[in-house]
């Protein structure tokens, strides 16, 4: 069968770095992805990885491990304004996007 | 990124009438389009998949009848709600992809109150 799983909340603070994980199950897989969803807004692209390592964009990086069924997302330098919904989801075999429950990342001062 | 455009953000009916919601890709064309529904504070939930010119696959659960879809061009999809009731009241949400190897990109959502 198909799984995907991420914490439900998280809480940071301001200034400081917070890693999102996201475990999955899944017998076909063309790549993870990672969105962003402000409440009452629709999600907004932030990664795409389908290869294992590193990926670096400005503030936020994202990491896969396919052996693993893992990656997570990294947040450095949170701001107020990363309060949000952070989703992950999988491409599986048939190109199709299975989604994470979401997980929801509160920013103290 | 590439821009989807979702219409209208909002809109209030009044029970058993229809509400037709667009969904447009603006720069480039789209392949297939999704439609999501949300409900407050959970995931997002596939209702149906389009790809232009062939119908829509629905999810297990989502009734065709009710949620119609067309995909009638390449960056135009609409999803029209048929009979609307109180618990159709949700966050509907389209996205759009060039072809199965890219990203989603994602309209801006619509609010639905069926009063």
């Known amino acids: 069968g198909q799984n995907i799983d991420q914490p439900t909340e998280m809480t940071a603070t301001e200034g400081a770095i917070v890693q999102i994980n996201c475990t999955y199950q899944t017998s076909g897989f063309n790549g993870l992805f990672w969105y962003q969803q402000h409440a009452g807004e629709a999600p907004t692209f932030l990664s795409y990885n389908v290869l294992d390592g590193l990926e670096e964009k400005g503030r936020f990086s994202s990491f896969l491990s396919r052996s693993k069924g893992y990656s997570y997302l990294l947040l450095k330098e949170l701001q107020m304004k990363d309060s949000a919904s952070y989703l992950c989801a999988f491409m599986d075999s048939n190109y199709q996007l299975i989604w994470g429950a979401g997980t929801k990342l509160i920013i103290k001062p | 990124g590439a821009v989807v455009s979702q219409h209208p953000s909002w809109v209030i009916c009044k029970s058993g009438t229809s509400v037709k919601i667009e969904c447009r890709s603006l720069d480039f064309q789209a392949t297939t389009m999704f439609w999501y529904r949300q409900f407050p504070k959970q995931s997002l939930m596939l209702m149906a998949t389009?790809?232009?010119?062939?119908?829509?696959?629905?999810e297990q659960g989502v009734e065709k009848d009710k949620f119609l879809i067309n995909h009638a061009s390449l960056t135009l999809s609409t999803l029209t709600v048929t009979s609307a009731h109180p618990e159709d009241s949700s966050f509907y949400i389209c996205?759009?992809?060039?072809?199965?190897?890219?990203?989603?990109?994602f309209g801006q959502g619509t609010r639905l109150t069926v009063v």
């Open positions: 996205s759009a992809r060039v072809d199965r190897e890219t990203e989603a990109f």
């Open positions: 389009s790809n232009e010119g062939s119908k829509a696959t629905y």
